[in-house]
């Protein structure tokens, strides 16, 4: 019997890359990844992938320059040893805030990225919850965009009912909340917000009614989690019982954690795209959620050429 299909994980997340393995009950490829002593990265791929479908489960998380080169080196070693095709699943998709000149000469760096990507042989791409779904637009390979939404529907099913009010953190959320709140049918609200500057948000007013209510704010990703805690903190002075926050991407870098724990916030969701700090992992409020049942069956479909997007039907 010939050898279709084989996983390969980077070292930004091989809990993750273990755990979509189980899923799809097969072994991860052998694959050593070793630096030099002047910080080069090494990669050799200890095994037969001549033809086969090989897939590299490599978020691009921080540190976010070593992992990318991890996953361009890994797919050119791949291509060099004759795989038959080399998809990057990339649960979380570094640079993608950078996706658009913000002032005269700055970079587009989300497609920088992408052009390495299709430089170094990945001839399809499957992220999730993208910060801008035009990133699928700087690719010319296929790009499988998926949505961690049947993971935290199930969260929020669970935890709510339909008296909850789905919360926008900014404008342009809205769709994405929009989404969430038909199907679990609640409300919605939309925090209006003004930003000075990179990383720093400031809560102007409240869109929507939410006293009395149970708050679930609903985002793509924490980073230093400022505004999230603005927008608890608004959400608590307009009369909510209760603020729950569910994020596809658990950034939480800086001040995050700290922020996070000293907020009115009952508890912050996030899934496993990116691996969780220590200091996250001991914060009693914080609480991951798997993406591997999802990513192992959007893998299983790409190999068998099965539709993925009946996945979010």
Not at 103 to 109: F, G, L, V
Not at 277 to 289: D, G
């Amino acid at each position: 019997m010939f050898k279709k299909v084989c996983l390969f994980s980077g070292n930004a997340h091989p809990q993750l890359a273990t755990a979509i393995a189980a899923y799809l009950e097969t072994p991860l490829g052998k694959c050593k990844i070793t630096r030099f002593s002047d910080g080069e990265t090494f990669c050799e791929i200890n095994e037969n992938v001549r033809g086969v479908d090989a897939f590299i489960i490599q978020p691009t998380c921080s540190p976010v320059n070593d992992h990318v080169m991890e996953l361009l080196i890994m797919a050119d070693t791949l291509r060099r040893a004759s795989a038959g095709s080399i998809t990057a699943v990339v649960p979380y998709y570094g640079y993608a805030r950078q996706d658009r000149k913000i002032a005269p000469r700055t970079p587009i760096t989300s497609k920088l990225v992408a052009d390495l990507i299709q430089a170094a042989g990945i001839t399809r791409v499957v992220s999730v919850d993208l910060h801008a779904g035009q990133i699928q637009g700087f690719f010319n390979v296929p790009f499988d965009h998926l949505y961690a939404m049947p993971v935290m529907l199930d969260y929020i099913k669970r935890n709510f009912d339909g008296n909850a009010v789905c919360v926008s953190p900014d404008a342009g959320g809205v769709e994405r909340v929009r989404a969430y709140a038909k199907r679990i049918n609640a409300s919605i609200a939309i925090i209006d917000k003004r930003r000075e500057r990179a990383n720093v948000s400031e809560v102007m007013h409240l869109i929507g009614e939410v006293q009395g209510k149970e708050c679930v704010i609903i985002d793509d990703m924490i980073d230093t989690a400022g505004t999230l805690v603005g927008a608890a903190k608004a959400l608590m002075d307009e009369g909510a019982k209760r603020v729950v926050a569910c994020a596809t991407h658990g950034v939480l870098s800086g001040p995050a954690v700290q922020r996070i724990t000293e907020s009115p916030l009952d508890q912050v969701v996030v899934t496993d795209t990116i691996p969780l700090s220590e200091q996250a992992k001991a914060c009693p409020k914080i609480k991951q959620i798997s993406t591997a049942r999802l990513l192992g069956e959007a893998i299983k479909r790409i190999h068998m050429s099965d539709s993925v997007s009946s996945l979010f039907a």
